[in-house]
Structures are given as C-alpha cells and as structure tokens.
Nanobody, 124 residues
Framework: QVQLVESGGGLVQPGGSLRLSCAAS????????IGWFRQAPGKEREGLLC????????LVADSVAGRFSISRDDAKNTVYLQMNSLKPEDRSVYYC?????????????????WGQGTQVTVSS
C-alpha cells in the first residue's frame, strides 16, 4: 500500500527556516515523481516543487524559487522540502504527492498518491 507521511511543520518566525519531510512507504522513489504542494485557507492548492527520482532533476515554482528547495534521501525513501526566509504568506498546509510518471509536474491532476499534509505557520 502506497503511503506518504509528511512531518516537520510548525510555527516559525518570519525569516526563519523549516525542513519538511515526506516519508514514502509501499514503493521506492525510483521512477516516481514527488511533488510538494501547499494550500492556504480559502485558496486553491498550489504546486511548488517537484523532483524526478530517476535523475534528480527538479522543477520549482517562481513564487518560491531561491527560498525553497527539494531533495531526496534514497536510503530513507524520503523527500525533503527546505524552506528558508519564510514569510507570513507562506502559511499553509503543505502536502507531498507522488506518481509513477517520468516528467515532473506542478499540477494536482498529475499525482495519484497524497499525504495528509502538515501545517506551517509563519508568525511573530
């Protein structure tokens, strides 16, 4: 059974950093794309970053480029979202998603498996 579990969310001050984890089980990261999304209250889910496990290539949304990055640890079957220089507007529930696809995507429709989400709040 494919399962994704996010962790690492919490409260952080503006300008601070957080690293979210997405632990995968029931499959290995090889030949999967893993994406990070977020959804703020009253807003649509936004695709942020994607990593293609076959070659490590990534896709990053302009809205977080230079502040957020994605990486993976194959030994732990885990993908990470490093978030730096956090702003109050980054407050959202963050989700990871996976699909057995070749090309990275920032669109919800391209992902079959989803985690339950983890809350990130940026506030002083």
């Amino acid at each position: 059974q494919v399962q994704l579990v996010e962790s690492g969310g919490g409260l952080v001050q503006p300008g601070g950093s957080l690293r979210l984890s997405c632990a995968a089980s029931g499959f290995t990261l090889d030949n999967y794309i893993i994406g990070w999304f977020r959804q703020a209250p009253g807003k649509e889910r936004e695709g942020l970053l994607c990593i293609r496990s076959s070659d490590g290539s990534t896709l990053v949304a302009d809205s977080v480029a230079g502040r957020f990055s994605i990486s993976r640890d194959d030994a732990k079957n885990t993908v990470y979202l490093q978030m730096n220089s956090l702003k109050p507007e980054d407050r959202s529930v963050y989700y990871c998603a996976a699909d057995a696809d070749y090309y990275c995507s920032r669109y919800e429709r391209d992902y079959k498996y989803w985690g339950q989400g983890t809350q990130v709040t940026v506030s002083s």
